[in-house]
């Protein structure tokens, strides 16, 4: 595949972070890779933003990115209050065909969820990746409440005709919960699609160096990596209740 659509089931869960690994871990392996971030908001003119920050990581070797908006908001009301024309579905597909002439693998970092809007005219990451017929890896929270927003955006995916790669937890804790041990084994009946890997928390801090090097072991082999879900799930297991 050429293009991946990476996308979340809300805002602050690890998407940069899991999109940096599957770039590290391409990238290690010898494929060009580029990264397209259509809209970033929250970031001033002069600040880095995701994409330099999954570059910075990775080590991938090109990052673009359509439009910048200052308020941490939903890129459509973000443009709309900057007084900026907002990005939409058919440019971000056009973009990342462009970064696909010259790149073994391009990676489209989303906005908060898959169906939050970018333009006046309702347009989604949801659309862009319609556009493009490229497959879109789900990342996730671990704890109480994913599965429901993990299946509403599988339900999304299919009624699109769009390919669900599969789902990544975004920041594995330390000391899991019950219930985040529990979702182990829920997400992918929740998603109808594989889990395909798991971010520890605070990986993002890691020295590049450390993280280009750890990131296979957190992804499955379908994204490159070594993880395996089973063996995870098996080694952070809830315990079995008794009544």
Not at 161 to 177: K, N, R
Not at 210 to 217: D, H, I, K, L, S
Request: charged content about 20%; proline content about 7%.
């Amino acid at each position: 595949m050429t293009v991946i659509v990476v996308s979340g089931t809300g805002t602050e869960i690890g998407k940069t972070v899991v999109t940096a690994a599957v770039a590290a871990v391409a990238t290690a392996a010898g494929r060009s890779v580029a990264v397209l971030k259509p809209a970033q908001t929250g970031v001033g003119p002069d600040e880095r933003g995701d994409a330099d920050e999954v570059v910075r990581l990775s080590g991938a070797v090109a990052s673009a990115e359509l439009g910048r908006f200052p308020e941490p908001l939903a890129p459509g009301t973000a443009a709309r209050r900057a007084g900026l024309a907002p990005v939409g579905p058919r440019e971000v597909a056009e973009a990342a065909r462009e970064l696909a002439a010259e790149h073994d693998l391009v990676l489209v970092e989303g906005a908060g969820g898959l169906l939050v809007r970018f333009d006046e005219e309702g347009g989604t990451l949801a659309d862009a990746a319609a556009l493009l017929g490229a497959p879109v890896l789900v990342v996730a929270q671990a704890g109480l409440g994913t599965l429901n927003s993990v299946t509403l955006t599988a339900e999304a995916l299919r009624a699109r005709g769009i390919e669900q790669l599969g789902v990544v937890v975004g920041s594995w804790p330390d000391a899991p919960d019950l219930a985040e041990r529990c979702n182990l084994g829920d997400l992918p009946e929740a998603a109808g699609a594989p889990l395909l890997g798991a971010v520890p928390q605070g990986s993002g801090a890691l020295d590049p160096a450390e993280f280009r090097a750890a990131a296979g072991g957190w992804l499955a082999p379908e994204l490159g990596g070594t993880w395996d879900a089973e063996a995870f799930a098996g080694a952070h297991a809830a315990p079995v209740s008794v009544g």
